[in-house]
């Protein structure tokens, strides 16, 4: 059973535009919904994260938008560069009363950025 | 950020042998895990390293097969056992510091 769901697969954007990676979870004991950057070679590396209280959360040129009643959340990469062009993942864990902070990751996807 | 290095960063072992890949962490993590990470597949908990007692394992992931150890509050091993080709993947240290888990540059393990 996949407990986050992780979609596209893959994703090829302009230089410039709007990069939009969607997850959806199932068990509604998630807490913290981070993700992580993986570049070629190295390991992944925490981008942003939310926690289900708010709706959204913005971080320079990436933001996250959750909903909860869909359980549902999405990443945002507005004006997409070359240099953000990695492996996405989305994961899920809870955080909070008795937590064992252990992360459950979507598929993950590949996103190319084209000059 | 928490620092976590390991090592080796790359290997590349026989069939049948054994190989133990070392963590070391800052003194801000507090829990300590590994994940496994196949190629170009996402990233699965193998296990959560406790200090100074049997590491919490997950579904489908053995003692025998995954030791792990972890002496002190910075320092934890895994041994991949008994290598076989389905064995290569990249092995993940990762640690929790205040509410975040952060990552090893990772260990890459092929088996031939």
């Known amino acids: 059973q996949q407990q986050v769901k992780q979609s596209p697969q893959s994703l090829i954007v302009q230089k410039g535009g709007i990069s939009i990676i969607n997850c959806a979870y199932e068990?509604?004991?998630?807490?913290?919904f981070p993700w992580y950057q993986q570049f070629p070679g190295k390991g992944p590396a925490l981008l942003i994260a939310?926690?289900?209280?708010?709706s959204e959360k913005k971080e320079g040129r990436f933001t996250i938008s959750f909903n909860k009643s869909a359980k549902q959340f999405s990443l945002h990469i507005m004006d997409s560069q070359p240099g953000d062009s990695a492996t996405y993942f989305c994961?899920?864990?809870?955080?909070?009363?008795?937590?064992?902070?252990?992360?459950?990751f979507g598929k993950g996807t590949l996103l190319t950025v084209n000059p | 950020s928490a620092v976590i290095s390991q090592k080796p960063s790359r290997d590349i072992c026989q069939r049948g042998t054994s190989l133990t890949i070392q963590c070391q962490v800052d003194?801000?993590?507090?829990?300590m895990f590994w994940y496994r990470q196949q190629p170009g597949q996402s990233l699965t908990l193998i296990a959560t390293?406790?200090?100074?007692?049997?590491?919490?394992?997950e579904s489908g992931f053995v003692i025998d097969k995954f030791p792990i150890s972890r002496p002190n509050l910075t320092f934890s091993t895994l041994t991949v056992s008994n290598m076989s080709p389905e064995d290569s993947s990249i092995y993940l240290c990762?640690?929790?510091?205040?509410?975040?888990?952060?990552f090893g540059e990772g260990s890459w393990l092929t088996v031939v």
């Open positions: 994961a899920a864990s809870k955080n909070s009363g008795g937590s064992n902070y252990k992360l459950t």
């Open positions: 068990n509604t004991a998630f807490d913290y």
């Open positions: 939310i926690r289900p209280d708010v």
């Open positions: 003194s801000q993590v507090t829990m």
């Open positions: 390293a406790n200090q100074g007692s049997e590491a919490t394992y």
């Open positions: 990762s640690g929790l510091r205040g509410n975040t888990i952060y």
